[in-house]
């Protein structure tokens, strides 16, 4: 089983419209949560980090069930500019060092139909 | 500002030429992370230096690769005897600190024929 797994998609979205991302990660010890974008041939980019309370970035929110071990990205009122790849990305701390290791999920592409 | 820089950008190699590529993370950022992203996957994880000291290499797939950040800043990634699956994106990214925000660069692309 993979570390961190997303559905990879596609996705194909009308432009307007909402659409949410799921994402699980299997190691219940995992500290925090992001969600990064990359646009084609392009590198990673912090779209925004996930806290166990939810949050909300202007369009996006996210949110973290450590319960059930999984964190979600909804996107309302979806741009034109939202076409990209999503990735769910889990940072496990491996030592006392401050030692950290971000793994990513294969990244969900989603392209907003106009 | 200057964000993080990697040269080169592109990179054809021949089966069992050694390659290096190198990384110029933010000024003044004390982590440093070297990531291996292939074609339709999310990046994996390779090594992680804090200042100069390699703290983690649990991600190099083999003895071929080989990083080293001497001074604390500049770092390289070398890949010895290159093989057909090393072809991918190589990511750095550095971080102020640990567990901050990491900025990647624009990776490498190195297509090993």
């Known amino acids: 089983r993979k570390e961190v797994e997303q559905d990879p998609g596609p996705f194909n979205v009308p432009e307007g419209a909402t659409v949410a991302f799921n994402c699980t990660y299997s190691?219940?010890?995992?500290?925090?949560f992001f969600w990064y974008r990359q646009d084609c041939r392009k590198e990673p980019k912090l779209l925004m980090s996930?806290?166990?309370s939810g949050n909300e970035d202007g369009r996006f929110t996210a949110q973290l069930n450590r319960a059930s071990q999984y964190i979600s990205l909804l996107i309302r009122d979806s741009k034109l500019s939202d076409s990209a790849t999503y990735l769910c990305v889990v940072n496990m701390e491996l030592s006392n060092f401050g030692n950290e290791k971000l793994t990513f999920g294969t990244g969900t592409r989603l392209t907003i139909i106009p | 500002g200057a964000g993080v820089s990697q040269s080169p950008r592109y990179k054809v190699a021949k089966r069992g030429q050694d390659v290096a590529l190198r990384c110029d993370p933010i000024?003044?950022?004390?982590?440093l992370f070297w990531y291996q992203q292939a074609l339709g996957q999310g990046p994996e994880f390779l090594t992680y230096?804090?200042?100069?000291?390699?703290?983690?290499k649990s991600g190099l797939p083999s003895d071929r690769f080989f990083a080293e950040r001497p001074e604390g800043s500049v770092s390289t990634l070398k890949i010895q005897r290159t093989q057909q699956e090393d072809s991918a994106v190589y990511l750095c990214?550095?971080?102020?600190?640990?567990?901050?925000?990491?900025?990647f660069g624009p990776g490498t692309r190195l297509t090993v024929l």
């Open positions: 190691n219940s010890a995992s500290q925090s």
């Open positions: 996930v806290y166990s």
């Open positions: 990214a550095s971080s102020i600190g640990s567990y901050n925000e990491q900025f």
């Open positions: 000024s003044g950022h004390v982590s």
């Open positions: 230096f804090q200042n100069e000291a390699q703290l983690d």
